[in-house]
């Protein structure tokens, strides 16, 4: 993701949307092809989730949840075997623990829509009289890929919403971090 930066007028906004939902597909391929595997599986989970109606949520459905998209990640994309297990065990374990803290019951916006073609690809997104509340739940961030994911999320928004962020939420599931930025 180091290059993305210089790119950012090069994209257009399907570009910025798509890097939204996943950026390890700017990122360099030779490290990213198993993070966006990933990616796009904690995607896929964290939307059933959210589509799961909250008085039937629980630790066992959830952790099924998981389990049944997992077991569709293709195991040769990682370095070793121990390498999977090892993400494996990281992801569950804290996914299971972001997802079980949501304790709101309204119904979050998986993607708000922007227009006709566009619409920003959230894993809970709130909006509230001030401004929206952007979550993203991505395997791993440093601080160089957090900036930059605010920074398109921010030029996303000042081209295409009428209400502005009022927070950015990012979780890294790796080391189970939550940042949050207030633009």
Known sequence: MSNV????KEMSMVSYASFLKCPYQYADRSFSCWK????NTINDIVKAFLK????VRTH???????SDHWSQVDRSLFDSYQHFILTSAKVTDHLLQVLMSVKNEQEPIFEMEISSLMSIPSDSGFIEEEGFIFE???????EKELS?????FKLYCS???DVPPKQIEVVDLLN??????FP
């Open 148 to 152: 930059t994911y605010w920074d398109i």
């Open 136 to 142: 993203k739940i991505l395997i791993e961030v440093d």
């Open 5 to 8: 930066k210089g790119r950012l």
């Open 159 to 161: 081209s295409n919403c």
């Open 52 to 55: 799961t109606p909250y008085a």
């Open 36 to 39: 966006e595997a990933v990616q």
């Open 60 to 66: 066992f459905g959830t952790l099924k949840l998981i």
């Open 176 to 181: 189970a971090k939550r940042y949050v930025h």
